[in-house]
């Protein structure tokens, strides 16, 4: 996966609050029912449009496994939201497989926790262009509510094309 | 005890034995006292499970060409979605603010479970090639008055008859929900009462929101039918003890005409549940007409009873009044089954469910009737004989005396009131106003004429292209874009789309838009206008139900007109159903009516062994039906729908039972030894005013369908006791007047 720009990660940061939460608990305090509403864009460059999520995770303490299932919806567009992350054997990293509800298909990601924030990568085809796209997903996670932003950071230039906040 | 103990001799009626269950009871009182409870038992257990129908789409389920075209095609449509249509409605212009609101009412709806799509003002876009905002939403995340002023101007300029789903004033809007209707009707049911608890988050913000469709309209009426079921029976129940209390002036007296009646009503009530049928509109009605006929069963039988010598003991008055009335009752019984069971003649799921049920429903219920009666009279009625109020329903003497001394003058009025209601009811027009099926104070109702009026309609029409496949010639394309042109130009105030417009949209009006165009559309939309394997272009007209009003009417026939004439091989959908169907239920409802009157009327000739009764009879029981039909152009605007063309056939049926009684009578006293005159004098008096009094008891009964909230149960109503009016003037004067006729007597 080619090195994400520093500018882009910066980008997608600054649209997350910071809040303090234990990397280890992060997954867990994802446990639970939530809605959510934000933003997301068709793709770069093109206007943004209003998103509502509604979706719930699965803590399983035995493999330490979160699986978040549910489903989000624009104006005319609705799709279903659902994938896994679990830590891996190297400190503070996770891996999993997310998938986008507005297209992108199913991915698998790896993130890395850095405070209260994962941040995942991934890569994916766009359907229009047929060209391989470097995805960024950021998780930042409080006790009561958590964000997911994603960005397309292909090319050297930082696209933020989706940001959620959910709340229990 | 026989017949020729009664004095009646071989000219008595032949019940064809239906007197038997009665004549077992008397003999047999123990087991048939366990058959009944058994019976009462069981179909009061099964109450509760009885279920209402919520498809719509079988009222209309012929095997008519229009019905099968559009099962084909729902068929072959792949995935299939059931739409609720919500309609918001505020008093004042949408601002930014609500508009916000609304657009987040719709996203919680799309995150519904079963919710496909939703389709809203929120989601329509500029063309990808709008000079100002290409492929933008036309709202965008932050609304704006600017949003008002700019972007939706500008997109209405270049909508290419792209749906409108806000009206031009900005104060109606409408919201299309595509559900997954895979799931069966009992999750539909359950994702409606979702989409109405998420919307009711949002109510009360200055605007009204009501939720139709198909489905939805379908579940409001369920709603309603279970509200009927219990107010029409409870009323119906009230209404007969009054008049039974009216009648004979004593309770227990009434109470044992009543009980059996009401018992009879529940067995019939329960056969739905054997059956496993759904209640539906139309057989709504059927317990309340078994009701009253029952009760009317029950008085003939009661009156006999208190009539019937006084030194018999109560068990031998009970057999005698079952061997004299009870064959009649059983005949009378056994012509409302015909008529019920004719209506098993149309080609239609429902209406052949209602024949069912309701000619079973009456035997069944005689059954009771005449058992009970058995039971009840010699154990409550015993020693109460003599008068009874019943005998207020006196006859005029003036009619007795027209009759005997004007009987062919009698014979020329009627045949030139015949005429006259014939030619009225030549001129009633098939008609079939589906909205007229909802309660009248649905909000529902509301919501679909304000839809109708503001955005043409939401019922989808498709009108069907082959396609040959040459996309090089560009023929297929120039075909689908003469159809799509042809079709709006005739329905210029209704939504048309096509992948001719979509294309417009794209900006390439010249070339069909290729799959990967397409790719943004969600399957059970790109499907409304291409087959799944491709063969088949598909235009879609949004209409209202056709028969809305005339002008709808005639726009509709106009669309399907021009529609064939640029080339669609067929136009399916429901409004073509709506359109086509009532007619051919009507004519087939015709020729039921026919059937019921011949077999009926030919049965009752045969019961009395005395063939001039064809004749006799068709013309008093025919006469008040082509009367109360020609009446429709006084209560129902001249408009003939197949609810009253029903009513027509099972009136017919229950108004033959007066004729039934009086010729019995009229025989029984011809076979004491009366002359002609003397015979039909007796008959007019005695026989007379018990017909009087069941046909005020029937229509009374009949009177609690005016409180139902459906349009058509209140029809049905009016027009059966329309016609046991007339009917009950036809036998007292029309009938008597023709048995006095020499060729009917030989």
């Given at each position: 996966m080619r090195k994400l720009p520093k500018t882009a990660i910066a980008a997608i940061f600054a649209l997350c609050p910071a809040a303090p939460a234990q990397a280890a608990e992060?997954?867990?305090?994802?446990?639970?029912?939530?809605?959510?509403?934000?933003?997301?864009?068709?793709?770069?460059?093109?206007?943004?449009?209003?998103?509502?999520?509604?979706?719930?995770?699965i803590y399983r303490q035995t493999d330490r496994r979160l699986t978040l299932k549910g489903k989000c919806a624009s104006p005319g567009r609705s799709g279903r939201l659902d994938g896994y992350v679990e830590p891996v054997d190297k400190a503070d990293t996770y891996a999993g497989r997310w998938s986008n509800p507005f297209g992108a298909g199913s991915t698998m990601v790896h993130g890395r926790n850095r405070g209260d924030a994962i941040t995942f990568r991934f890569k994916f085809r766009d359907r229009e262009t047929d060209e391989t796209v470097n995805g960024i997903m950021v998780w930042t996670v409080r006790a009561d509510r958590f964000t997911i932003a994603t960005g397309d950071v292909s090319g050297g230039k930082a696209a933020i094309l989706s940001e959620i906040e959910f709340q229990r | 005890m026989s017949n020729k103990d009664s004095g009646a001799g071989g000219l008595t009626i032949s019940g064809f034995g239906l007197e038997y269950p009665g004549l077992f009871a008397i003999q047999h009182p123990r087991i048939a006292a366990m058959v009944l409870i058994a019976l009462v038992a069981s179909a009061l257990a099964s109450l509760a499970s009885i279920r209402f129908d919520d498809n719509i789409q079988r009222a209309m389920s012929?095997?008519?060409?229009?019905?099968?075209?559009?099962?084909?095609?729902?068929?072959?449509?792949?995935?299939?979605?059931?739409?609720?249509?919500?309609?918001?409605?505020?008093?004042?212009?949408?601002g930014p603010a609500e508009l916000e609101r609304l657009r987040d009412m719709?996203?919680?709806?799309?995150?519904?479970?079963?919710?496909?799509?939703?389709?809203?003002?929120?989601s329509a876009r500029f063309a990808k090639n709008h000079e100002q905002f290409p492929g933008a939403p036309v709202f965008p995340q932050d609304i704006s008055t600017e949003t008002l002023t700019d972007r939706l101007p500008a997109y209405?300029?270049?909508?290419?008859n792209q749906p409108e789903m806000i009206s031009p004033d900005g104060r109606i809007m409408i919201v299309t929900i595509a559900v997954d209707p895979a799931n069966g009707r009992a999750r539909l049911r359950d994702t409606h009462a979702d989409i109405i608890e998420t919307l009711s988050d949002y109510t009360g913000d200055g605007f009204t929101l009501t939720v139709t469709g198909e489905d939805a309209i379908a579940f409001e009426i369920v709603g309603g039918l279970q509200r009927d079921l219990i107010t029409l029976n409870l009323l119906g129940c009230l209404i007969a003890l009054f008049m039974a209390l009216l009648i004979f002036g004593d309770l227990t007296v009434a109470l044992v005409a009543v009980v059996p009646a009401i018992l009879g009503t529940l067995t019939a009530l329960s056969l739905f549940v054997l059956f496993g049928l759904p209640m539906t509109v139309i057989s709504n009605v059927i317990p309340v007409l078994v009701l009253v006929l029952g009760l009317a069963d029950s008085i003939h039988l009661t009156m006999y009873f208190k009539k019937s010598p006084a030194d018999l003991s109560a068990k031998e008055r009970a057999e005698l009044s079952i061997r004299e009335i009870g064959p009649a009752c059983g005949l009378t019984a056994l012509t409302t089954a015909i008529a019920f069971a004719a209506v098993a003649m149309v080609?239609?799921?429902?209406?052949?469910?209602?024949?069912?049920?309701?000619?079973?429903?009456?035997?069944?219920?005689?059954?009771?009737?005449?058992?009970?009666?058995?039971?009840l009279a010699p154990l409550c009625v015993g020693a109460k004989a003599g008068r009874s109020r019943g005998d207020w329903f006196k006859v005029p003497p003036l009619i007795g005396r027209l009759v005997l001394s004007r009987d062919r003058a009698i014979m020329v009025a009627s045949a030139l009131i015949a005429a006259a209601s014939i030619w009225g009811f030549l001129r009633t027009e098939p008609w079939f106003h589906f909205n007229a099926y909802l309660p009248v104070n649905s909000e529902i109702r509301q919501a679909n004429e304000k839809i109708n009026e503001t955005f043409g309609g939401f019922f989808r029409m498709w009108h069907e292209l082959d396609l040959t496949g040459d996309e090089t010639s560009g023929d297929d394309w120039q075909r689908l874009t003469a159809l799509t042109d042809t079709v709006a130009a005739a329905a210029p105030d209704y939504t048309v789309v096509s992948l001719v417009t979509i294309a417009r949209w794209f900006g390439r009006p010249e070339t069909m838009p290729d799959r990967t165009d397409l790719s943004d559309l969600p399957e059970s939309i790109l499907t409304q206008f291409l087959s799944l394997d491709g063969n088949t272009a598909r235009v879609v007209t949004f209409a209202p139900e056709p028969m809305a009003n005339r002008q709808t009417l005639e726009t509709h026939d106009r669309i399907e007109r021009a529609a064939g004439n640029a080339g669609a091989i067929r136009t399916v959908g429901f409004p073509v159903i709506l359109r086509h169907e009532p007619?051919?239920?009507?004519?087939?409802?015709?020729?039921?009516?026919?059937?019921?009157?011949?077999?009926?009327?030919?049965?009752?000739?045969?019961?009395?062994?005395?063939?001039?009764?064809?004749?006799?009879?068709?013309?008093?029981?025919?006469?008040?039906?082509?009367?109360?039909?020609?009446?429709?152009?006084?209560?129902?605007?001249?408009?003939?729908?197949?609810?009253?063309?029903?009513?027509?056939?099972?009136a017919f049926g229950i108004a033959i039972d007066d004729s039934i009684h009086f010729i019995n009578r009229f025989r029984l006293e011809r076979a004491r030894g009366h002359d002609v005159d003397q015979a039909l004098n007796i008959a007019i008096d005695r026989t007379g005013r018990v017909m009087i009094a069941t046909t005020l008891l029937i229509s009374a009964g009949l009177l609690v369908t005016l409180t139902s909230p459906f349009t058509m149960v209140r029809l049905f109503g009016i027009m059966l006791i329309l016609t046991f009016i007339t009917a009950l003037l036809a036998d007292l004067v029309l009938l008597p007047a023709l048995l006095r006729q020499k060729w009917v007597r030989s």
């Open positions: 992060i997954l867990e305090t994802l446990d639970g029912k939530w809605s959510g509403s934000g933003w997301a864009r068709h793709k770069p460059g093109a206007e943004r449009e209003t998103v509502r999520c509604r979706i719930s995770g | 012929s095997n008519s060409v229009y019905a099968r075209d559009y099962r084909a095609f729902e068929q072959g449509l792949g995935t299939k979605t059931s739409d609720f249509i919500v309609l918001v409605a505020s008093n004042e212009t949408f719709t996203l919680d709806v799309a995150l519904l479970d079963d919710v496909l799509t939703v389709l809203s003002p929120f209405r300029a270049g909508n290419m080609d239609n799921e429902q209406l052949r469910e209602f024949a069912l049920i309701g000619g079973l429903g009456v035997m069944v219920s005689y059954v009771v009737v005449i058992m009970f009666f058995a039971f007619a051919i239920v009507i004519g087939q409802l015709e020729v039921s009516l026919i059937a019921a009157c011949l077999i009926a009327v030919a049965l009752v000739a045969l019961a009395f062994r005395w063939p001039a009764l064809l004749v006799v009879l068709v013309v008093p029981n025919m006469l008040p039906l082509i009367l109360t039909a020609a009446s429709l152009h006084l209560i129902a605007g001249g408009l003939l729908n197949p609810t009253a063309m029903m009513a027509l056939t099972i």
